[in-house]
């Protein structure tokens, strides 16, 4: 596609029920990141996938939190068990091996 | 560890100036701009590569002190269109961390 894609853009869960959000990047794009952004705050990192490397996972903030990109394209981000506090945006991103950052609109989370 | 940004927030009347810095503990190999809408996603801006370099967008620059490690974006002239919450994004030469964000508002 032209541009990154991600779904849900909206999602309401209730507390304790998993949910997964899907990203498709730009095709080409080797490097994919997830990010979130709670109400009103900063972009928080929370994974990074380049190429065929392992991941680096530092940013996910539980054992909660878990993300897989199959065929190096499109991406998974796993939330099991969730909390009030996962209330937030999530933004997915790619970009080729350097350079300018793509995002998609985002996935809206609202935990009840 | 993320960069700080200052200040927190800025104000203006249209066709005013400001400076937005950004400043790291890490050595800085590149710095990132990016400007967020509200509701919107993150648009990149400009990217710097090397240091005590300036490049420009329309009437925004910045520049890029490696030894200091600090990053400072220049909006000149601003425009109503300006108004948005300003990122700069630092990190080693895979992983990218945005900073703390500032929030700039240009009335007429």
């Known amino acids: 596609g032209a541009g990154v894609s991600q779904s849900p853009s909206n999602k309401v869960t209730e507390k304790g029920k998993d949910v997964e959000l899907r990203c498709d990047p730009i095709?080409?794009?080797?490097?994919l990141y997830w990010y979130r952004q709670s109400l009103g705050q900063g972009l928080e990192f929370l994974i990074y996938?380049?190429?065929?490397?392992?991941?680096?996972k530092s940013g996910l903030p539980s054992d909660r939190f878990s993300a897989e990109r199959t065929g190096g394209s499109v991406s998974t981000l796993t939330i099991q068990r969730t909390q009030q506090e996962d209330s937030a945006v999530y933004l997915c991103?790619?970009?080729?091996?350097?350079?300018?950052?793509?995002f998609g609109e985002g996935s809206r989370l609202t935990v009840l | 560890q993320q960069p700080v940004q200052s200040p927190q927030a800025v104000i203006l009347r249209e066709g005013e100036d400001a400076v937005i810095n950004c400043s790291s503990s890490?050595?800085?190999?590149?710095v990132h701009w990016y400007r967020q809408k509200h509701g919107e996603a993150p648009v990149f801006l400009m990217i710097?590569?090397?240091?005590?370099e300036q490049k420009g967008h329309e009437k925004i620059s910045a520049s890029f002190n490696e030894k200091k490690q600090q990053s400072s974006l220049y909006l000149t002239a601003s425009q109503l269109s300006y108004s948005g919450t300003y990122f700069c994004?630092?990190?080693?030469?895979?992983?990218?961390?945005f900073g703390t964000g500032t929030r700039l508002q240009v009335f007429p």
């Open positions: 994004g630092t990190g080693d030469t895979d992983k990218l961390i």
């Open positions: 710097l590569l090397k240091g005590g």
């Open positions: 991103a790619s970009r080729r091996t350097v350079g300018e950052l793509f």
């Open positions: 095709s080409g794009h080797t490097a």
């Open positions: 890490k050595a800085l190999y590149s």
């Open positions: 996938f380049q190429g065929n490397s392992a991941p680096d």
